[in-house]
T-cell receptor
């Protein structure tokens, strides 16, 4: 069956360090992969999109890598800040489709 | 970008009743979707709201339980019918824009509690 797996354990890091979150998927042929941020009581907010033929994407302090052989994406936040504390969701859209399917998310806590 | 207004933001309902959730987008969008999110869980796609025709439901969701309307390109409703406590969840409206036809925009969600 199709699965998108994110680390269910919360990630606790110190301010200024790099946070790295993992997204693994099985039985998908993704056209592209996205990362969203979700704060409590709010809907997800789009952060970055990476396509199947791209290895890496950057946006300010954010970096996403995509390895279709390993079926894995890594999401990095450099120089993390307490304001980065949130749940980060990985999402896939399959080749030829339009529906966005989400992982359960990883909660990130950045301590000052 | 698109701004999505969703209401109500929360409600407490009695078993057996129905609740209609409204979703208004500030611009025309190509596609609208309804998701459900239970605590600590991923977003589960309920259906794609199709403009002018019946919604397309995902496995495990049926029209009688979750009727959806989309009368135009900026508005949709989701009704949760004949509610039971198992329907307690957050319901999220989302849209995919015409200019940004890959990323999703979300409303703030409706927190539903069924007693």
């Amino acid at each position: 069956s199709q699965k998108i797996e994110q680390n269910s354990e919360a990630l606790n890091i110190q301010e200024g360090k790099t946070a790295t979150l993992t997204c693994n998927y099985t039985n998908y042929s993704p056209a592209y992969l996205q990362w969203y941020r979700q704060d409590p009581g709010r809907g997800p907010v789009f952060l970055l999109l990476i396509r199947e033929n791209e290895k890496e994407k950057r946006k300010e302090r954010l970096k996403v890598t995509f390895d279709t052989t390993l079926k894995q994406s890594l999401f990095h936040i450099t120089a993390s800040q307490p304001a980065d504390s949130a749940t980060y969701l990985c999402a896939l859209v399959a080749t030829g489709g339009f529906k966005t399917i989400f992982g359960a998310g990883t909660r990130l806590f950045v301590k000052a | 970008s698109a701004v999505i207004s969703q209401k109500p933001s929360r409600d407490i309902c009695q078993r057996g009743t129905s609740l209609t959730i409204q979703c208004q987008v500030d611009s025309q969008v190509t596609m609208m979707f309804w998701y459900r999110q239970q605590p600590g869980q991923s977003l589960t796609l309920i259906a794609t709201a199709n403009q002018g025709s019946e919604a397309t439901y995902e496995s495990g969701f049926v029209i009688d339980k979750f009727p959806i309307s989309r009368p135009n390109l900026t508005f949709s409703t989701l009704t949760v019918s004949n509610m039971s406590p198992e329907d307690s969840s957050i319901y999220l409206c989302s849209a995919m824009g015409t200019a940004t036809n890959e990323k999703l925009f979300f409303g703030s969600g409706t927190q539903l509690s069924v007693l």
